[in-house]
């Protein structure tokens, strides 16, 4: 066995220690997860965004553009001072700035044009054959956003859509915590196949 | 001192219905969802040799559901003889998408710089899709190993999406959506999906919709996608586990209820 599996073997059996209960064996492996999380990500930050896309084409590649991102960046620094803190503004003000300038036209097409547009389906297939889906659609769309809307009191016809509503969030809600339970039972048999093969030799 | 709990006979239960299940090792048959189909006809329609962007969107956590599902679509575009050109929008995912894509080239004796390439982690990834649009090389002025990216058989014809036949998004959280939310939508790239079990909700809109070309999810898909492929691997092998495992938590649940109710009822008698 070698070294790697036998640290990555030994790590997975002290997270499980944790459904026993919360133990020094479990907060140590937790403690180097996160510390060798964040020294790795401190690398990768450095090589391949600092060095790579700023101090080499700065200073090797003579790229003198890049004095602005660069200044902008060391502006942030000046949060841990008091004197200094107002300075940060300006890189954050671009920042907030620039993203939401590129993020709001994209998420008003993406998320609410295209999906506004989506709702409205022909009621036949393409060989002609009824298909109420789109009209599932439009009824749950219709009566979920009726749920949402909280001017009017929920009572009589509207109060009834309402509660159609609540049917609709309700699959939505069952339906992605099934998913989410199939995803953790994944990660859980993923680390047992890995303990019960590479580990413990038990299976092939 | 501590002693069992219920939930502690709860844990051991799914631990000891898990590893059963895995030692029994029985395949089991299934039924191919519309959604793998789906994305295994994109893959296995596109032209011989077409350049794809695989994006590793995940980070280290998610390694257990995402290795099936990455190994296996990978798979299948090295038997296609597809191009692919890897990148990584989470820094956690940049090692581990360098190590799926070289083991599963390695199956098929494709050769880095000609067959597939690795162009690592960008940060920002907004900022990262929207650059490759214009320019893949400005974005990745060198691959992963720090060698230029004009100097590959492969990187010097692909200049932006343009020449590329679709995008992957392998991906554990909503990094999928800037792929479409900005390479879809403002480039006209085919985005294309395979995410975990816990992100099939979140996604399947943008499918409805046509945002989103083709998608498979979690374990299952993975295991769905060996079977298109007739290959044994991880999707498979858990299989029998995972429906098992959902299983034990349906008694569960159906015990906890009976329980209940007869503790109501018996309440009430007194």
Redesign the interface.
Known sequence: MDAGTLIAGILTLAILTF???DNPIYKMAEYLLIGV?IG??LV??WT??LM??LFE?LFSGRNFWLIIPFALGLLMWGRFHDKTSSLSRIPIAFMIGS?AG??IP??L???TL??M??TVMPLTDASGVPDISGLVVIVGLISTLAYFYFGREHKGTFGKAATIGTFFLMI?FG??FG????????????????L?TDFFK??? | MKTFEARHWTFLGLLVVVAGAMILNIKLDMRVSPYTQRLYDCIDSLPDGSVLIVSFDHEASSLPEIRPIAQSVLRHTFKKGHKLIGVSLLAEGTLIGYRLMQETAREYGRVYGVDYVYLGFRPQYIAAILAMGESIGTTYPLDYLGRPYGQFELTRSVKNYDDVAAVLSIADGSLTTHWIEYGQARYGVRVLGAVTAAMVTTYDPYLSSGQMYAMMGGLRGAAEYEKLLAVSGGGARGMLAQSSAHLYIILLIALGNILYFASRKKGRGA
């Open positions: 459904l026993y209960r999380s790795y990500i990768v930050a391949n965004t790579a896309i084409p993203g590129v993020a994209a998420m097409y993406g998320r295209k999906q547009s989506a939505f339906t992605t998913y989410t339970v199939m995803s953790r039972m994944s990660t859980l048999i993923g680390r047992m196949e890995f019960l038990l299976t092939n």
